[in-house]
């Protein structure tokens, strides 16, 4: 028998039925856990604000990318081995676990003294962000219930907005006044926060597996996620696309892959068990997410580029030229996490949404040299408008399409598949636009142009400045074309989510009252997860 979860009284605080206000324990436990959040998104932000100064005094130029992949590698990589742990061992000490890890490789990254310690360092704190991701959603998922959980979950993403408006001028305030160290030492009293918190309110059912860990699987399925962002993080940058090492690299991650799938099959405990993708709705929403992922970081790299290159706007103020996009995203999330909560219906999000980020992406391909900020600003709402409706209601729909006892490891799988989606977004649309802007200043200022751009295709504002006004100006029309390129291909990959969303199936929530336990008697995989108990015996 494990212990009775003391968190809610009532239903409130285990996801039961008919929950509708949780106990003041519940809601410091979330205010913790978006302090989590928060950490694991806001950090890449603050430090590609502090790098300049940090290869100021380090030096190290040449490994510069490292210092961002190392933590991206961890975090992906690490990502479903945390679902899969909470699932065995209990979501609070893993979570906690996780937390813990984040600050010892915050703290050591901020007394780092070479290049080296803070690419190490830096892996060490994406391996305690990969549980921080997954550890907030799952915790929400065994403490609210679905019909809930929306609303919650759309403040989820008011704070992931917050942390990409926010993140570049902390850091840039922080660097400026306190140093870059600074940088990762605010981490510590945030997470300190975070941690006692956690460790104080939250009480779960206790588990102990018998099973042992999938060791094999963790390893395979480690070094495929490796092998596959390597790929889109040096394919057209550091190596050819076309070059030996990266046909290694996606021969290697395609044999790991195709491994682990069979050995899933097989292993007792297996890290990411195969049946969850029977059910359609969480195969539908393993894809939106990864779709979304795609483009939200693709749209947040090439948009304050453009706003910078061609718009004139400051790189100071980065975080605030992508205000119309997240601020739809935020209140488009909240209010369908409200809509959700209180009528248990969901499919006209995902379909809404992949509509709106179909148009909005289309419509930020066709700006020039000539749009205007308020124009482009637009553009990007309506984009915004579209990520609000996905973003949050793909991780309630996986949640409701599993059984509670795989809770963790649906929440890892649909993190993993944005994480990854960013990841191929962010090497292909940049590929494309690398490209197309290399070709235009190769056709409009010759050998001047080419010159400009052999080393990278992006320039920052000082190197703008002192180009010439032809190349400057060919410069912009060279970033013009590269983002039309890179946004089109956006939109044709939005028209995807937007085919996955048509057929997904609107599954009654769990926990919403006497009329969701009726779902439709065609015994596919969403309807059995529907039905299934909402808690573990405890």
């Known amino acids: 028998m494990a212990d009775t979860p003391e968190t809610g009284a009532g239903d409130g605080g285990t996801g039961g039925a008919g929950a509708v206000k949780q106990p003041r324990s519940v809601r410091v436990v979330l205010l913790a856990l978006m302090i989590a959040m928060m950490l694991a998104m806001l950090d890449n932000m603050i430090i590609g604000t502090a790098m300049p100064t940090i290869v100021g005094e380090l030096g190290g130029l040449e490994h510069l990318s490292w210092v961002v992949t190392s933590y991206t590698l961890a975090t992906a990589a690490s990502t479903p081995l945390w679902g899969k742990l909470g699932d065995m061992y209990g979501r609070k000490g893993v979570f906690m676990t996780s937390i813990v890890i984040f600050l010892i490789g915050s703290a050591l990254s901020g007394m780092a003294q070479d290049m080296g310690q803070l690419i190490g360092f830096r892996a060490v704190q994406g391996l305690g962000a990969g549980g921080l991701m997954v550890g907030v959603m799952a915790i929400i998922g065994d403490l609210i219930p679905p019909r809930e959980r929306g609303k919650y979950q759309g403040m989820m993403a008011g704070v992931m907005a917050l942390a990409m408006i926010g993140g570049p001028l902390v850091g840039g305030t922080i660097t400026d006044h306190w140093g870059w160290r600074w940088s990762f030492y605010i981490n510590l009293p945030l997470g300190a926060v975070a941690l006692v918190a956690v460790s104080a309110v939250l009480h779960l059912p206790k588990k102990r597996s ?5 060791y094999l699987g963790a390893v ?5 996620i490796t092998a596959v962002v390597l790929v889109t993080t040096w394919g057209g940058t550091e190596y050819a696309w076309t070059s030996a090492r990266i046909m290694e690299l996606i021969g290697i991650g395609v044999a790991a892959l195709v491994g682990f799938g069979f050995w899933q099959t097989r292993a007792a405990e297996p890290i990411m068990p195969l049946h969850i993708f029977r059910s359609r709705n969480f195969t539908l929403m393993s894809l939106i997410g990864f779709i979304v992922g795609f483009v939200m970081f693709g749209a947040t790299l090439f948009l304050p580029l453009y706003q910078q290159s061609v718009q004139g706007a400051s790189a100071t103020n980065s975080g605030l030229l992508l205000l119309p996009m997240l601020g739809a995203m935020l209140v488009t999330s909240m209010v369908a996490g409200r809509v959700t909560t209180n009528t248990g219906r969901y499919k006209i999000f995902p379909v809404a949404g992949g509509a709106l980020m179909t148009v909005g992406l289309y419509l930020l391909s066709t700006m020039d040299t000539d ?4 124009t482009s600003g637009v553009y990007m709402a309506v984009v915004g408008l579209g990520m609000g409706c996905l973003m949050q209601i793909t991780m309630l729909v996986a949640q409701n399409s599993v059984e509670m006892k795989d809770m963790g490891v649906a929440s890892s799988s649909t993190t993993l598949f944005r994480t990854l989606g960013s990841s191929f977004g962010v090497a292909i649309m940049g ?3 690398n490209h197309r802007v290399q070709e235009v200043m190769s ?6 142009g080419t010159e400009v751009t052999e080393q990278s295709a992006q320039l920052d504002a000082a190197s703008l400045a002192e180009l010439p006004e032809a190349a400057r100006v060919a410069y912009q029309d060279a970033v013009s074309s590269g983002t039309h390129g890179a946004f089109l291909l956006g939109a044709v990959v939005a028209v995807a989510a937007l085919v996955a969303a048509v057929f997904v199936k609107e599954v009654p929530l769990k926990g919403a009252g006497p009329k969701d336990t009726e779902g439709p ?3 596919d995989g969403d309807t059995a997860a529907a039905k299934a108990p909402v808690t573990e015996a405890v």
């Open 220 to 224: 395979l399925l480690t070094v495929g």
């Open 443 to 448: 056709e409009k200022a010759g050998a001047l």
């Open 521 to 523: 008697a065609d015994g």
């Open 210 to 214: 018998q099973a042992r860990i999938d």
């Open 431 to 433: 590929a494309l636009f």
């Open 371 to 374: 749009t205007s900020r308020f």
